[in-house]
T-cell receptor, first 116, second 110 residues
Framework: GAGVSQSPSNKVTEKGKDVELRCDPISGHTALYWYRQSLGQGLEFLIYFQGNSAPDKSGLPSDRFSAERTGGSVSTLTIQRTQQEDSAVYLC??????????????FGPGTRLTVL | GQSLEQPSEVTAVEGAIVQINCTYQTSGFYGLSWYQQHDGGAPTFLSYNALDGLEETGRFSSFLSRSDSYGYLLLQELQMKDSASYFCASPNQAGTALIFGKGTTLSVSS
């Protein structure tokens, strides 16, 4: 079956511009996660959606970052007024979320964001 | 806060056995997971330990000791394709996402 898909695969933008990153989770997965991975680093949690519950936004680094999930499926991560330190690979994952943190998470291929 | 520590690099030769250690400090422990990530690829799940002891999946095994806040991933009969980064991870205090270590880069040579 189809895995997690993300678009675009690469995004180059100028400092100060807004960007939108898209994630299509695996069908039937109720939990969706966004992570950020800087070069040579581990994954940094950004935001978590579970069904109709309020999202856990505790990992968002600033108010320039926001995300939404429409219809319990597709999610969009928006970064406003991008800065050079936002350059990273943004990874989306989904899971069945019997108990969110201990579920196997299935990751998408990521969006590599470069802010010039 | 929560943190997971693991070595940054490990090297080994084909056919050998390698152990990647992970020590953690967490508030409310829900288990330890391991993920593999090839260069430029997506992380993929390898194993999960909720309880103390050894979990074996083919050439890979994972161990957990909750009393020592320690776990490891054991890779046997190493192959060139095992060259990748390996991350240990544990759920955050809210149980809403994973906290990852910074990863261990494994290089397997012939």
């Amino acid at each position: 079956g189809a895995g997690v898909s993300q678009s675009p695969s690469n995004k180059v933008t100028e400092k100060g511009k807004d960007v939108e990153l898209r994630c299509d989770p695996i069908s039937g997965h109720t939990a969706l996660y966004w992570y950020r991975q800087s070069l040579g680093q581990g994954l940094e949690f950004l935001i978590y959606f579970q069904g109709n519950s309020a999202p856990d936004k505790s990992g968002l680094p600033s108010d320039r970052f926001s995300a939404e999930r429409t219809g319990g499926s597709v999610s969009t991560l928006t970064i406003q007024r991008t800065q050079q330190e936002d350059s990273a690979v943004y990874l989306c994952a989904s899971s069945l979320a019997k108990t969110s943190g201990v579920d196997e998470q299935f990751f998408g291929p990521g969006t590599r964001l470069t802010v010039l | 806060g929560q943190s997971l520590e693991q070595p940054s690099e490990v090297t080994a030769v084909e056919g050998a056995i390698v152990q990647i250690n992970c020590t953690y400090q967490t508030s409310g422990f829900y288990g330890l997971s391991w993920y593999q990530q090839h260069d430029g690829g997506a992380p993929t799940f390898l194993s999960y330990n909720a309880l103390d002891g050894l979990e074996e999946t083919g050439r890979f095994s994972s161990f957990l000791s909750r009393s020592d806040s320690y776990g490891y991933l054991l890779l046997q009969e190493l192959q060139m394709k095992d060259s990748a980064s390996y991350f240990c991870a544990s759920p955050n205090q809210a149980g809403t996402a994973l906290i990852f270590g910074k990863g261990t880069t494994l290089s397997v040579s012939s």
